[in-house]
């Protein structure tokens, strides 16, 4: 055995020792991303409490949860706004995604109807400054609901206002990001933006790198289903991806019943050459950390 080698082998003793003295709850609770991978990111509603109130077992204070949300391997709790902001980078983490101008848009209430420009880009411009300012590399918008409109008369719209906030999105180099809904359940009914084809013409038209589409795995899975070659297909026009399973948004462990093969889909991001940001949405129905800590496992590659 050479010096270098002898080095190297007591180096790499010491560090399985220091491993070993880890306590084995500790090492089976926390799921760091692989090098060279992707990084966890986690939308925070259905972990956070609402008020002094709020007796729902599990659920934290934005502090607390940030805190725990790290110990995961968790590097980002996105659809959050600039009051939030501080707090978690206070904890070491990021945003991912920044959440909307809630008092102008919505996802029925978007960029596919022209008098709703007036109010929309001005917000979006100011948002877009906040996020330059504190480093939130993603936004989030919405196409809102057909309401009798055609396809093609939304494509053209949408892309008419997403125009005019763009050149301040690059400036800043901050992307916009449209996300994929479907448009069947409550809540989503009639959602324009909710077939992957209709996303990336829009892409498209837009020609712009500060636009892409947050694809949602479970959303997609309801409306059109083929996950994987989906993505295979189109990750070029995708700049974030959200899970949860399928039938319920809930939990997607082994032995759940629902019908999405998380590992499959993981992977075939990871292989896209994808490094950006993978966003837990699901809704918990067993204890929400011990259910958010077994996601993160499941989609790390």
Aim: charged share 25%; hydrophobic share 35%; proline share 6%.
């Amino acid at each position: 055995m050479t010096r270098r080698q002898a080095i190297k082998t007591i180096a790499a003793t010491g560090a399985l020792t220091a491993l070993s003295r880890i306590a084995p709850q500790a090492r089976a609770a926390t799921t760091l991303p692989a090098r060279n991978s992707f990084h966890h990111s986690v939308c925070p509603g259905p972990y956070l409490k609402k008020n002094a109130d709020d007796k729902r077992p599990g659920r934290l204070p934005l502090p607390e949860f940030a805190q725990a949300a790290k110990k995961l391997g968790i590097e980002s709790i996105e659809l959050t706004g600039p009051e939030q902001w501080p707090v978690i980078q206070k904890a070491g983490l990021t945003c991912a995604v920044s959440t909307f101008p809630r008092k102008v848009t919505s996802l029925m209430r978007g960029l596919n109807r022209r008098e709703h420009h007036i109010e929309i880009v001005p917000a979006y411009l100011q948002r877009i400054r906040e996020c330059a300012d504190a480093g939130i590399p993603n936004l989030i918008c919405f196409s809102g609901r057909r309401d009798g409109q055609s396809d093609e008369e939304g494509l053209e719209i949408c892309a008419e206002g997403l125009k005019k906030i763009l050149p301040a999105a690059e400036k800043a180099r901050v992307t916009l990001i449209m996300e994929l809904l479907n448009s069947r359940t409550k809540g989503h009914v009639d959602y324009q933006c909710d077939h992957t084809a209709w996303g990336v013409e829009l892409v498209k038209r837009v020609g712009s790198e500060r636009f892409k589409l947050l694809y949602d795995i479970y959303h997609m899975q309801m409306m059109e289903g083929n996950i994987i070659q989906t993505i295979r297909e189109n990750h070029q026009y995708i700049a974030h991806y959200h899970t949860a399973g399928n039938p319920g948004r809930n939990e997607f462990e082994p032995g759940d019943m629902q019908e999405l093969n998380y590992p499959a889909i993981m992977r075939a991001i990871h292989d896209t050459g994808f490094r950006g940001y993978v966003g837990q949405e699901f809704s918990p129905k067993r204890d929400p950390l011990t259910s958010l800590a077994a996601a993160v496992k499941i989609c790390t590659v």
